[in-house]
C-alpha cells in the first residue's frame, strides 16, 4: 500500500518561508514523478511543481522564482521550499505520485500565509 505523508505547513507572515516534505512507503520512490498541488478555499485544485524521476522540473507561473521543488531519493521524500510568500499562497498542499497509470495522494498539509 502506497502512503505519502505530507509535513512543514503552518502559519508564516507574507515574505516568510516554509519547507514542506513529503515522504512516500510502499512504492519505488525513484520511479515516480513527485508533484506539489495546492487547493485554496472555493476553489480547484492546481498544480504547483513537478519533477521527474530523472530530475525534469517544472513550476506553475504563480510560484516561479520563489518555490523550488527537490526530491532525496535514499530518502524517498520529496520537498518543497517555498521563499517570499504572499497571502494567495495559503491553501491545503498536497503531495502526489505518478507512475503511470497510478496515482497517489497524501492527506495534505494547511499553509496559511497572514499578518
Known amino acids: 500500500q502506497v502512503q505519502l505523508v505530507e509535513s512543514g505547513g503552518g502559519l508564516v507572515q507574507p515574505g516568510g518561508s516554509l519547507r514542506l516534505s513529503c515522504t512516500a512507503s510502499g512504492t519505488i520512490f525513484s520511479l515516480n514523478e513527485m508533484r506539489w498541488y495546492r487547493q485554496a478555499p472555493g476553489k480547484q485544485r492546481e498544480s504547483v511543481a513537478s519533477?521527474?524521476?530523472?530530475?525534469?522540473?517544472n513550476y506553475a507561473d504563480p510560484v516561479k522564482g520563489r518555490f523550488t521543488i527537490s526530491r532525496d531519493n535514499a530518502k524517498n521524500t520529496v520537498f518543497l521550499q517555498m521563499n517570499s510568500l504572499k497571502v494567495e499562497d495559503t491553501a491545503v498542499y498536497y503531495c502526489?505520485?505518478?507512475?503511470?497509470?497510478?496515482?497517489?495522494w497524501g492527506q495534505g498539509t494547511q499553509v496559511t500565509v497572514s499578518s
Open positions: 502526489n505520485a505518478w507512475l503511470a497509470p497510478l496515482s497517489y
Open positions: 519533477i521527474t524521476s530523472g530530475g525534469r522540473i
